[in-house]
Structures are given as structure tokens and as C-alpha cells.
């Protein structure tokens, strides 16, 4: 029974008193040094030792018993020394000395040394503990939770006397804190993506409530091992995960094509946009510069009608004839005759040249309309023309 235990003393299992242990000593020394005279032969032995001789045996039993309380305590240790089963100090790593028992005793606690508690299951997750590993969650479902908590002893004194079974006490509030937590997520977190928040959320609560009983450990750790359904219900619950796998894979495939489809349409609606506005730049433009082109002629002609008009003639007339065939016959008076091959010439577009020259003339008598000619001089000089044309 360990001297921290609160039962300590109160059975008969307890030391025996220093007076008795004294007396027994004396007499042991004295059957030793009485059989040693008889050996002698000397018949009026009194049955004890010289005084020497009992005097060194008595110095090496102290030195003994002296030398029973020198300890080591190493690097990763701490020793922690009692008096009459009461406190006294924790010793560093090194030699040390208490006074030995029944006065003194000691305590070695290794504070570095890692050790693991499993829930659930035992040595391997194949190895169940039901009792243990099943929980209930918050949407009242049951899951097969197992994990394993790792912890050090960082305060000797505490880890000592403040509780009977420290170690015992990790396992319980592991469990405690981990169905607390489980209790209140629903199923679908418990198994899928809140392992990690759930195993730190079990960690605080348990390093929570260890400090609060002041047991001296340190969780470092909680390692979630296996979280999945009950073993009758695992063939429905993989039915039921298959089929959300398939629902996401069809949304990342449906969200696949929008970002096919929405980028090509909206390029094509923002190049339509664009064509559009382009035409209508290319249109504005143009019909400003037939009216900016018009009122310049109109200047002019304003100016000068007679040398307008010739101009205009001539202009014409040129781009008519660049795009015409011409054939030169040599006559007797050597003199060059024009010849047009209408036939050709029809074809060719040179109705749609002519089309433009009757523009222009059109244009000619706007302007002159336009200045304040009269619509009978207008018409006497559309007929010269005509006449003039058929001539040449």
C-alpha cells in the first residue's frame, strides 16, 4: 500500500513501531554473540558481545541504513521525497539522499515519458471495446468512435497526492469529454470533415478538466483512430455515401459544362457587342463624311457652278471609263476612233458606274435646286445632258 494512500494506518498492515524494531535488533545481537562465546567453550558467557565488537556491528547497520536513502534521479525524472508519509521537496535530476525508511521515503516520477490511453478498442482497432466505442450523436444517430489519448506527467507533486489513481482518471474524462462533444455534432461531421475539429475540441475540454481536479498531466494529444457506423448498419450507411458521391461528382460535372458553356457565350455576346459597335461607328462615320463631302460641294459650287459641274463630270466620267475596255480602230484619215463593247461593258458593271453618275448629276441638281435655280431650267438641262450623252 503506498504511504500517499488516505487508508494508510488504518489496518494492521502498517509499520511496526521503532521501540519493537529496537528490541528485536538487541536481541538478535545478543543470540549472535552468545553463540560465538559457546563456540569458545567458555561456559560463563553472559551472552552479549564485547563492547568492540558490537559497537562496529552496530555502525555498519547505520551506515547501511544510511546508505539506503542515497538515489539518482535522471534527466528525464523527477523524485519527489516524503517524511512520516507527509511532503517534503521534489528533487532535480542527480544524486540526492533522504533519510531512509521508516523515516523517509521517496517517489520517482518521469515527466517526459509519453504514455497512451485507448478508447474503443485495444492494442488495434480490430480489437472493439462496444462499450467504450459506441456514442450517440445530436441528430440521435449511433457511431463507432475509437481514438487514443496521449499525455505526460508534468506536476510529480500533484500527479501523487491529489488523486488515488491519476492514469484511471485520463480514461474516464477522455470518454466523458468525447461523447460531450459527440452528443452534440450530428453524424455526417462526426464522420467526414470534423474529425480533426472534434479530436482538438476533445483535447481542450479534457486538459480542461484535469487542471480543474489538479492531476498533474498534460494531454499532448488526441488521435482520432476510426469513426464509422455501427457494424448492422454499414452496408446502408456505404449505399448512402455512394450515393452523395455521385450527386457531388454530377454537380462538379454540371458546374464543369457552366464554366464551358457561360465564358464562350458571354465572349460571343461581348464580340457581337463589339461588331455591332463597330458598324455603327463605321456607318455614322461614313454618312458624316458623305454630308461633311456634300457641303464642301456645295461651297464650291456656290462659288463657281460652271467649273463644279465639269469637275464633277469629269470625275465621274473617269470612273466610269477605268474600269471599261476601250479598242482603238485606225482610220484611213488616221484618226483614232473610240469603240465601247457594250455587250462587255454590261457585264462588267458599267451600268452600276453609270448608276453613279446619274447620282452625281442627281446630286448637281439638288445643289442647284438648292440655290435657287428653277425646276424648268433644271429639267431643260437634265434633257441637254441626255442628248449630249447619246451623242458621244
Do not use: C
Not at 503506498?2 to 487508508?7: H, I, L, S
Not at 465601247?340 to 445643289?367: C, E, H, Y
Amino acid at each position: 500500500m503506498a504511504m500517499n494512500d488516505p487508508r494508510w494506518g488504518q489496518n494492521n498492515d502498517g509499520p511496526p513501531d521503532l521501540e519493537e524494531l529496537w528490541r528485536r535488533f538487541n536481541k538478535r545481537l545478543g543470540s549472535f554473540g552468545q553463540k560465538g562465546n559457546g563456540s569458545g567453550g567458555n561456559n560463563k558467557s553472559t551472552g552479549r558481545l564485547p563492547p568492540v565488537g558490537g559497537g562496529i556491528v552496530v555502525l555498519i547497520a547505520i551506515l547501511l541504513w544510511a546508505a539506503s536513502g542515497v538515489y539518482i534521479v535522471d534527466a528525464s525524472e523527477r523524485g519527489v521525497v516524503f517524511r512520516f508519509g507527509r511532503y517534503l521537496e521534489t528533487t532535480q535530476p542527480g544524486p540526492h539522499w533522504h533519510i531512509p525508511w521508516p523515516v523517509g521515503s521517496k517517489e520517482i516520477v518521469n515527466v517526459s515519458e509519453v504514455r497512451t490511453i485507448e478508447v474503443g478498442y485495444r492494442n488495434n482497432a480490430r480489437n472493439k471495446v462496444p462499450n467504450e466505442a459506441l456514442m450517440l450523436t445530436d441528430d440521435e444517430n449511433i457511431v463507432d468512435l475509437q481514438f487514443a489519448v496521449q499525455y505526460v506527467r508534468t506536476n510529480p507533486e500533484a500527479y501523487l497526492f491529489y488523486n488515488r489513481d491519476p492514469d484511471q482518471a485520463v480514461k474516464q474524462m477522455a470518454e466523458s469529454a468525447i461523447r460531450e462533444i459527440v452528443g452534440k455534432s450530428k453524424m455526417d461531421f462526426v464522420l467526414q470533415e470534423g474529425r480533426e475539429e472534434l479530436a482538438v475540441n476533445a483535447r481542450d475540454l479534457m486538459q480542461t478538466v484535469l487542471d480543474r481536479y489538479q492531476t498533474g498531466i498534460t494531454v499532448s494529444q488526441v488521435t482520432m483512430q476510426n469513426a464509422q457506423p455501427p457494424d448492422q448498419v454499414q452496408a446502408a450507411f456505404d449505399d448512402a455515401v455512394k450515393a452523395k458521391q455521385d450527386q457531388e461528382r454530377q454537380k462538379n460535372e454540371g458546374q464543369a459544362y457552366y464554366n464551358d458553356v457561360v465564358p464562350k457565350a458571354q465572349g460571343a455576346a461581348a464580340r457581337l457587342g463589339q461588331e455591332a459597335e463597330a458598324y455603327r461607328g463605321r456607318v455614322v462615320a461614313a454618312a458624316e463624311g458623305e454630308a461633311s463631302r456634300f457641303e464642301s460641294v456645295l461651297n464650291e459650287y456656290s462659288r463657281a457652278p460652271k467649273v463644279t459641274r465639269e469637275r464633277m463630270y469629269l470625275d465621274t466620267m473617269q470612273s466610269i471609263f477605268t474600269n471599261a475596255t476601250k479598242v482603238f480602230i485606225d482610220q484611213k484619215d488616221n484618226s483614232n476612233l473610240l469603240f465601247l463593247p457594250l455587250d462587255k461593258l454590261i457585264g462588267s458593271g458599267i451600268t452600276r458606274n453609270a448608276s453613279s453618275f446619274d447620282t452625281g448629276m442627281d446630286q448637281v441638281n439638288d445643289i442647284e435646286s438648292g440655290i435657287g435655280g428653277s425646276s424648268e431650267e433644271s429639267r431643260t438641262r437634265n434633257a441637254f445632258r441626255v442628248r449630249d450623252r447619246e451623242t458621244r
